[in-house]
């Protein structure tokens, strides 16, 4: 599975992005998908998944309510709605993608084999 992440970029604070994570190699409809977050100096962070038996969505409480994750898979996609934009919403944003993860375990980072190569975001003040 290789995943292509675009959709970053510079925006100012309130603004909104949409960053989607392309899957090739095989269909990953029955993939867990998620995407998380690494700001400089930080560990890498869960920000949303969904899980792969099309369960609901989980988010970190820091995104809960401007966030929003959806998954097209006719495309091999996934998705993030990102509204209401704050400034230590910057970073570099990985989509990770992975068969075996259950959604009790869908927010830890090491669980997932297959990554994006990550995608900046830069929100000012």
């Known amino acids: 599975v290789q995943l292509q992440a675009s959709g970053g970029g510079l925006v100012q604070a309130g603004g909104s992005l949409r960053l989607s994570c392309a899957a090739s190699g095989r269909p990953f409809s029955s993939y867990a998908m998620a995407w998380f977050r690494q700001a400089p100096g930080k560990e890498r962070e869960f920000v949303a998944g969904v899980p792969r038996t099309g369960g609901r969505p989980s988010y970190a409480n820091s995104v809960k309510g401007r966030f929003a994750i959806s998954r097209d898979n006719a495309k091999n996609t996934v998705y993030l709605q990102m509204n209401s934009l704050k400034p230590e919403d910057t970073a570099v944003y990985y989509c990770?993608?992975?068969?075996?993860?259950?959604?009790?375990?869908?927010?830890?980072?090491?669980?997932?084999?297959?990554w994006g190569q990550g995608t900046l975001v830069t929100v000012s003040s």
């Open positions: 990770a993608v992975d068969p075996s993860v259950i959604t009790s375990s869908m927010t830890m980072a090491a669980q997932y084999d297959h």
